[in-house]
């Protein structure tokens, strides 16, 4: 644990919350009280109880990280010790592990002097989770408006997110960060655009940048996130595709030809399905022979005095012979039939 962490007395201090949490809530059938006044009140015991369940957590967290350290120090080799714990008061390994990370991002923060224990109570829950993830450049930026007595939300910190990111990322030109920075560009936009073009190898980037130099508005910023999406997505299926590397096709012309008849999004769904269709096909067949081998080994522990188990097996030889049968639908209607055949390279 951090040497400079609050203690429990501070961090109750800081709540301001009585031990009990017993709150005054306002009569919902009052019809005296105004509705907006009625939603106020609510609202204020709501944060106040998202800040007792934060500062809850991160205490779990602490407590849970000095348990498992304890266990690695003078428990067994496989923390048994910290697993009955967990499971005495019914906690996943999982839950336990995200507390303990929730922990030791407060404690960082705490201890790098970017907040104060009374400046965690200015987070919802889920915001300095949010918080915790995000780089430290944004953490520090979220921490000083937290530090401000800024309520922080989710909204707070990812709105925080998108103009660091905005304003940081060197793929975007200058035409558009003024914009951004005047407010006619809201980040919001702009943060999705920069995260599929940081997919992107640089030769596909140029003619991105040209057109939103040219053109630094929002409509022009949400067709250039569809298309290095697409773009992306056409790239990075188009070298998974086997079917691609063994036949006599230019990836890149063909890419070229698809932008230019503006069919790039159904050209990368296409390689897309591809791969897709041809990991299915490996699946198949391995399961196909395991599915043989499993009732090859089945037929030899079987004989005449175990019919039904027979039977079984005759049942599946639609399945494991070299033509699969299967029914598309419980009528028996429709059927597809496929055959397995391989052959050395």
Same mark, same amino acid.
């Given at each position: 644990?951090?040497?400079?962490?609050?203690?429990?007395?501070?961090?109750?201090?800081?709540?301001?919350?009585?031990?009990?949490?017993?709150?005054?809530?306002?009569?919902?059938e009052?019809?005296?009280?105004?509705?907006?006044?009625?939603?106020?009140?609510?609202d204020a015991?709501?944060?106040?109880c998202?800040?007792?369940?934060?500062q809850?957590?991160?205490?779990?967290?602490?407590?849970?990280?000095?348990i498992?350290?304890?266990e690695?120090?003078?428990?067994?080799?496989?923390?048994?010790g910290?697993?009955?714990?967990?499971?005495?008061?019914?906690?996943?390994?999982?839950?336990?592990?995200a507390?303990?990370?929730?922990?030791?991002?407060?404690?960082?923060?705490l201890?790098?002097?970017?907040?104060?224990?009374?400046?965690?109570?200015?987070?919802?829950?889920?915001?300095?989770?949010? $918080? #915790?993830k995000?780089?430290?450049?944004?953490?520090?930026? +979220?921490? !000083?408006? =937290? *530090?401000? %007595?800024?309520?922080?939300?989710r909204?707070e910190?990812k709105?925080?997110?998108?103009?660091? $990111? #905005?304003?940081?990322?060197?793929?975007l030109?200058?035409? +558009?960060? !003024?914009? =951004? *920075?005047? %407010?006619i560009?809201?980040?919001?936009?702009?943060a999705p655009?920069v995260?599929e073009?940081?997919?992107?190898?640089?030769?596909?980037?140029?003619?991105l940048?040209?057109?939103?130099?040219?053109n630094?508005?929002?409509?022009?910023?949400?067709?250039?996130?569809?298309?290095?999406?697409?773009?992306?997505?056409?790239?990075?299926?188009?070298?998974?595709?086997?079917t691609?590397?063994?036949?006599?096709?230019?990836?890149?012309m063909a890419?070229?030809?698809?932008?230019?008849?503006?069919?790039?999004?159904?050209?990368?769904?296409?390689?897309?399905?591809?791969?897709?269709?041809e990991?299915?096909?490996?699946?198949?067949?391995?399961?196909?022979?395991?599915?043989g081998?499993l009732a090859?080994r089945?037929?030899v522990d079987?004989?005449?005095?175990?019919p039904?188990?027979r039977s079984?097996?005759?049942?599946?030889?639609?399945?494991?012979?070299?033509?699969?049968?299967?029914?598309?639908?419980?009528?028996?209607?429709?059927?597809?039939?496929?055959?397995?055949?391989?052959?050395e390279?």
């Amino acid at each position: 644990m951090v040497a400079n962490a609050p203690s429990p007395d501070e961090i109750v201090a800081a709540l301001e919350i009585p031990v009990d949490i017993n709150f005054e809530l306002p009569d919902p059938e009052d019809e005296e009280i105004q509705d907006s006044e009625f939603q106020q009140q609510l609202d204020a015991v709501w944060k106040v109880c998202d800040r007792f369940d934060l500062q809850t957590d991160i205490w779990r967290g602490r407590i849970l990280r000095a348990i498992r350290d304890r266990e690695k120090k003078g428990g067994d080799s496989r923390g048994s010790g910290f697993l009955n714990w967990l499971k005495q008061r019914e906690i996943t390994k999982s839950q336990a592990y995200a507390l303990i990370q929730l922990a030791n991002s407060a404690d960082t923060l705490l201890a790098e002097g970017q907040l104060s224990p009374e400046a965690i109570n200015n987070f919802s829950k889920r915001a300095f989770v949010e $918080t #915790a993830k995000a780089t430290p450049e944004v953490q520090k930026l +979220v921490s !000083e408006a =937290a *530090q401000q %007595g800024d309520r922080i939300t989710r909204r707070e910190v990812k709105q925080i997110s998108d103009e660091w $990111t #905005a304003m940081s990322s060197e793929l975007l030109p200058d035409e +558009v960060k !003024e914009k =951004a *920075q005047s %407010g006619i560009l809201p980040p919001r936009h702009l943060a999705p655009l920069v995260k599929e073009m940081e997919k992107l190898p640089d030769s596909h980037l140029e003619p991105l940048q040209k057109e939103m130099a040219e053109n630094p508005d929002i409509d022009t910023v949400k067709h250039l996130t569809t298309s290095a999406r697409s773009l992306a997505k056409y790239l990075d299926a188009a070298a998974q595709v086997q079917t691609l590397k063994n036949g006599a096709v230019d990836v890149e012309m063909a890419l070229e030809e698809a932008l230019r008849i503006d069919c790039l999004n159904t050209a990368a769904d296409l390689v897309k399905q591809a791969t897709q269709l041809e990991q299915t096909v490996g699946k198949l067949y391995t399961t196909w022979k395991r599915l043989g081998s499993l009732a090859d080994r089945l037929y030899v522990d079987t004989g005449a005095s175990n019919p039904h188990l027979r039977s079984l097996l005759t049942c599946m030889e639609v399945l494991t012979s070299e033509v699969i049968e299967v029914n598309l639908d419980e009528a028996g209607d429709r059927m597809i039939r496929l055959r397995v055949m391989t052959e050395e390279n």
